[in-house]
């Protein structure tokens, strides 16, 4: 695949993910500090992308069979970015109206958080299937490089001038800095489809959908499979849990003013960026397992730096915290998304891309809802919205312990000889195949 389709996947990819950095670095922050809204619900109206994404294989099923005007993906990716740029549009009308009619915000954030969530999910499932189809299987580690790169490049440059756009500080700068977020997000996603994706006609023949019944049935066929499924939950739990928390945190431990904090996502991202390159160069020397085990540790320290931080006021050990947050995160995805892409074998794929999927989707909602809770509690005791986030922390560091704990029994040889072995997928798919279940 030539190189400029591979940038047309990475301007798509930044599309969709420059619309979650003002709701996540900026609006949570907002909400939860200065609104003085529950961070429990506002974890709970943000977490409805990934409480959703267990469609993702529906969707990717549904595109596979159904092209509209001969193109099988761009529809659909072109459909989700539109529904993510209308959710980004409509977020900072729901933070408002939470303060001043609970019910009515409630509601108009479902539907906004709902709508930005099913464009979550009809994008990426859509763009990375495009992405596989237009590599190749050679091609494909240098696809998904060039895709990140651009995402985390575009990330960085976003907060940072989300952070120029909202100095000073008032609600009709911040709707304004969202609207110029949204339409960029829009231009970036056209200029990524046009003559992407070639024509096509017809269904594809022999196409097996995989529900969530026999995801979860093949998870607990496989010990191997059951380890690595949770062993993702915890891991993905404490890296991703902290997106909707740092930000918040820092606000209420140091005085943050929000263009401040929304820096944070920048010097997150600039080592985040940097990490991807000493992932590249460890792998070269050392096996994935030991990798992930490496940045897990890595995390763990930055964690506990956060939570000290926290308890003795000193900013110069929470960006040491954040910065070494960064530099962990890198090693985790590359080294974990390839161990993801060992732990499938033929036949089988979709369905353990499934099940990685689903198990992704419910890390995100298990760290973020458990670490806003604990916060949330927190608050009945004096000064303890300061100490529900340290100790929200501290568990996020417990989850990656646990999952250490989970990775040394984990075999990929000893997984594709049982996966391989089992008799119940290759039934599923010869009856959904001949009785055309699905």
């Known amino acids: 695949?030539?190189?400029?389709?591979?940038?047309?996947?990475?301007?798509?990819?930044?599309?969709?993910?420059?619309?979650?950095?003002?709701?996540?670095?900026?609006?949570?922050?907002?909400?939860?500090?200065?609104?003085?809204?529950?961070?429990?619900?506002?974890?709970?109206?943000?977490?409805?992308?990934?409480?959703l994404s267990f469609i993702q294989v529906a969707i990717g099923s549904f595109s596979d069979q159904h092209p509209?005007?001969?193109?099988?993906?761009?529809?659909?990716?072109?459909?989700?970015?539109?529904?993510?740029?209308?959710?980004?549009?409509?977020?900072?009308?729901?933070?408002?109206?939470?303060?001043?009619?609970?019910?009515?915000?409630?509601?108009?954030?479902?539907?906004?958080?709902?709508a930005w969530g099913m464009g979550f999910n009809f994008a990426t499932v859509s763009y990375f299937s495009l992405a596989s189809e237009l590599s190749g299987e050679k091609d494909r580690a240098k696809t998904t490089a060039v895709m990140f790169?651009?995402?985390?490049?575009?990330?960085?440059?976003?907060?940072?001038?989300?952070?120029?756009?909202?100095?000073?500080?008032?609600?009709?700068?911040?709707?304004?800095?969202?609207?110029?977020?949204?339409?960029l997000a829009l231009v970036l996603g056209v200029i990524g489809l046009i003559g992407l994706e070639r024509r096509s006609s017809g269904r594809q023949p022999g196409l097996v959908r995989y529900n969530l019944g026999v995801?979860?049935?093949?998870?607990?066929?496989?010990?191997?499979?059951?380890?690595?499924?949770?062993?993702?939950?915890?891991?993905?739990?404490?890296?991703?849990?902290?997106?909707?928390?740092?930000?918040?945190?820092?606000?209420?431990?140091?005085?943050?003013?929000?263009d401040a904090t929304t820096r944070i996502t920048t010097i997150w991202g600039g080592f985040y960026l940097l990490s991807l390159a000493v992932a590249g160069l460890l792998e070269d020397r050392l096996s994935k397992i030991k990798v992930s085990r490496l940045a897990s540790w890595v995390a763990i320290l930055a964690f506990c730096l956060i939570a000290i931080s926290g308890l003795v006021r000193n900013q110069y050990i929470f960006y040491l915290g954040v910065s070494l947050l960064g530099l962990a995160t890198g090693p985790a995805t590359v080294s974990n998304l390839s161990l993801m892409l060992d732990m499938t074998v033929p036949g089988k794929v979709g369905l353990f891309i499934g099940a990685w999927g689903a198990a992704s989707a419910f890390a995100r909602l298990l760290g973020s809802f458990t670490t806003a809770l604990v916060r949330d509690l927190s608050r009945?005791?004096?000064?303890?919205?300061?100490?529900?986030?340290?100790?929200?922390?501290?568990?996020?560091?417990?989850f990656l312990a646990a999952s250490l704990f989970m990775l040394r029994q984990i075999n990929v040889g000893v997984f594709k000889r049982h996966a391989t072995e089992s008799e119940y997928v290759p039934a599923v798919i010869e009856r959904a195949a001949v009785g055309g279940e699905s």
């Open 1 to 51: 695949m030539i190189g400029w389709k591979r940038f047309q996947l990475g301007l798509i990819h930044a599309a969709v993910a420059i619309t979650l950095v003002p709701i996540n670095s900026t609006l949570n922050r907002i909400m939860i500090e200065d609104l003085g809204i529950s961070a429990t619900l506002v974890v709970l109206l943000f977490s409805l992308p990934y409480l």
């Open 68 to 114: 509209w005007f001969g193109y099988r993906r761009t529809p659909y990716i072109l459909t989700g970015l539109l529904l993510c740029v209308a959710g980004l549009v409509m977020s900072t009308r729901v933070a408002a109206l939470l303060t001043t009619n609970f019910w009515a915000g409630l509601g108009l954030g479902l539907l906004t958080y709902g």
């Open 149 to 183: 790169f651009v995402m985390i490049v575009s990330i960085i440059l976003t907060a940072a001038g989300l952070s120029r756009m909202l100095q000073p500080f008032s609600a009709e700068q911040l709707q304004r800095a969202f609207l110029l977020i949204a339409f």
């Open 215 to 258: 995801i979860f049935k093949e998870v607990y066929s496989n010990r191997q499979v059951a380890l690595f499924f949770f062993y993702l939950i915890l891991m993905l739990a404490a890296i991703l849990g902290q997106d909707v928390l740092l930000e918040p945190f820092a606000a209420r431990a140091f005085d943050l003013p929000v």
């Open 380 to 398: 009945l005791a004096p000064e303890g919205s300061t100490y529900g986030y340290v100790a929200a922390f501290l568990i996020e560091a417990g």
